[in-house]
Antibody, heavy 119, light 110 residues
Framework: QVQLVESGGGVVQPGRSLRLSCAVS????????MHWVRQAPGKGLEWVAL????????YYADSVKGRFTISRDNSKNTLYLQLNSLRAEDTAVYSC????????????WGRGTLVTVSS | QSALTQPASVSGSPGQSITIPCTGT?????????VSWYQQHPGKAPKFMIY???RRPSGVSDRFSGSKSGNTASLTISGLQAEDEADYYC??????????FGTGTKVTVL
């Protein structure tokens, strides 16, 4: 079954860190670029980061650059997002998404994991 | 990078056609053909409806179509149906090697 399953969300204090994971199954993970996208409660979609299929290139939204790090382990079929120096405005559901043709669109999304930054 | 501009809401009666505009700049929508559209029902993951401005993936109804003129992309839904009631988001690749989403449009079927 083709699916993406995120985990690692929770409640964290401002300034602290969290690591999200996205476990992939049902397709050859190493063939695809992968993204993280977030959605604050009741708000719109916001792109967070992209990592190339082989991990050679990474791109970030200005809002997270220098604080978040995207990575992947193709041997474990898992995508990661390290969230550091968290702020209240980072509160959102974080979803991983597959980019099928490297054309910056997403044909497969996970259900997401909620990150709440609060003291 | 500012979000692409979409109307907050669009409505139509069953069977009618509606169009959702998505306005950007030469650095995103106007400069590249990497515009896509997503449908999101409440509590659900987004579903991609259009990619590369006009391409429709298999399984998506041909009532959905995409276009672009200058810095504005558009999604047209023909023969509006109750199941089309959802939030719709556009997105575009940008000259900064990033992606920007639209502000989102709530479609209501009257």
């Amino acid at each position: 079954q083709v699916q993406l399953v995120e985990s690692g969300g929770g409640v964290v204090q401002p300034g602290r860190s969290l690591r999200l994971s996205c476990a992939v199954s049902g397709f050859t993970f190493s063939n695809y670029h992968m993204h993280w996208v977030r959605q604050a409660p009741g708000k719109g979609l916001e792109w967070v980061a992209l990592i190339y299929s082989d991990g050679s290139d990474k791109y970030y939204a200005d809002s997270v650059k220098g604080r978040f790090t995207i990575s992947r382990d193709n041997s474990k079929n898992t995508l990661y997002l390290q969230l550091n120096s968290l702020r209240a405005e980072d509160t959102a559901v974080y979803s991983c998404a597959r980019d099928p043709h490297s054309h910056w669109y997403f044909d497969l999304w996970g259900r997401g994991t909620l990150v709440t930054v609060s003291s | 990078q500012s979000a692409l501009t979409q109307p907050a809401s669009v409505s139509g009666s069953p069977g009618q056609s509606i169009t959702i505009p998505c306005t950007g700049t030469r650095s995103d929508v106007g400069g590249y053909n990497y515009v896509s559209w997503y449908q999101q029902h409440p509590g659900k993951a987004p579903k991609f409806m259009i990619y590369d401005v006009t391409r429709r993936p298999s399984g998506v109804s041909d009532r959905f179509s995409g276009s672009k003129s200058g810095n504005t992309a558009s999604l047209t839904i023909s023969g509006l149906q109750a199941e089309d009631e959802a939030d719709y988001y556009c997105s575009s690749y940008t000259s900064s090697n990033t992606l920007v989403f639209g502000t989102g449009t709530k479609v209501t079927v009257l």
